[in-house]
């Protein structure tokens, strides 16, 4: 069987290549860094969506009615979880993120998930849930109907499934209970932490704040890490915050080759340079073909029976090998144009660019996905 793989090559050049080696990009300072301990928070419940079509928990799943039987228990109504026989209701995990500085009774989106044996959670209600922070505390409470994305119709040998059925949201959902502990009143400083580390970035920002405040108050701590002090007399916090964030500075990306095998994607960056590389590439096929005939006896002959007798044939053809030949300091367009003329696969050019690569002629990070 021949194997036909296709392969899309994204390249992500900015401007013309000669422009590009010669200007580093700039960006602003919110779209490279985050402030350390400005950040949401994940928040978890666990709770029971009623109100379903007969598409809810079974009898196998437990604990829906255990937990149906606790809640009724506390409004006076008292069973016992084996004599429930329900399938209207489906235990659920409830998750959301608790956005920093968050006060009492701000809405937040909450996302409900299935934890049994429900089809599906389409039009079910969500009682009263209380949502838990890492340290045990209760930060929201949510309750309210369930919107589901996808559905499921049918039953036993014929049935449709379009998208999850069993995971939903409920758009503000959940209501903030207590505020988030971040209180910027307390801090003396700030530190911005870079998405991407790298050293010549963070030098360039700690310098691009002290000519904004013309106070040497930024320090560049490692690759990834820049503290801020807040200068004598200056405005307030948010405010120099703001400021800070709005700032642009170079951003010194590194060189980097990202290659999807599953997918055949393949996405090279902009700074991505080759050195002298001769390339030699041919395929091999290989057809292997079995067929069955059916043999039998003669007439008149006493011995033997009729069976089916496979028959494999093989044939292997290899193609003459394709070359590439690149010069020093060749560019990621030459090398794009290179792959597609050979008619290369995402395996071929997977094991293309660790050739390179081992050649030392790649000078980017290959990263395989």
Known sequence: MRIRNTIVVLSVILASLAASAATLQSARVKDLTTIEGIRDNPLIGYGLVVGLNGTGDRQQTIFSTQTLANMLLRMGVQVTATSVRVNN???????????????????????????????????????????????????????????VGGYSAGGAGNSRTVNTPTAGRIPSGAIVEQAAPLDLKTLQGVSFLLRDPDFATARDLAAAIN??????????????????????????????????????????????????ERTGTIVIGRDVKLGSVSILHGNLVIDVA???????????????????????????????????????????????????AIGATARDVVSILQGIQKAGALQAELDVI
């Open 290 to 340: 079995t067929t069955y005939h059916v043999s039998q006896p003669s007439i008149g002959a006493t011995v033997g029976q009729t069976e089916v007798v496979p028959q494999t044939k093989v044939n292997s053809a290899e193609a003459p090998a394709r070359r590439i030949e690149l010069g020093e300091g060749a560019t990621v367009e030459d090398l794009v144009k290179g792959l597609q």
């Open 89 to 147: 209701i489906a235990a659920v995990f409830v998750t959301a993120s608790l956005p920093p500085f968050a006060r009492p009774g701000m809405p937040v989106d909450v996302t409900v998930s299935s934890i049994g044996d429900a089809k599906s959670i389409e039009g079910g209600l969500l009682l009263l849930t209380r949502l838990y922070a890492a340290n045990g505390q209760v930060f929201a409470a949510a309750q309210g109907p369930v919107v």
């Open 211 to 260: 000519e904004e405040f013309k106070v040497d108050i930024a320090h560049a701590i490692d690759s990834r890490r820049i503290e801020v002090a807040e200068p004598h007399g200056a405005e307030k916090l948010p405010d120099m915050l703001a400021r800070i964030e709005e700032l642009v500075v170079p951003v010194h990306s590194a060189a980097r080759v990202v290659v999807n």
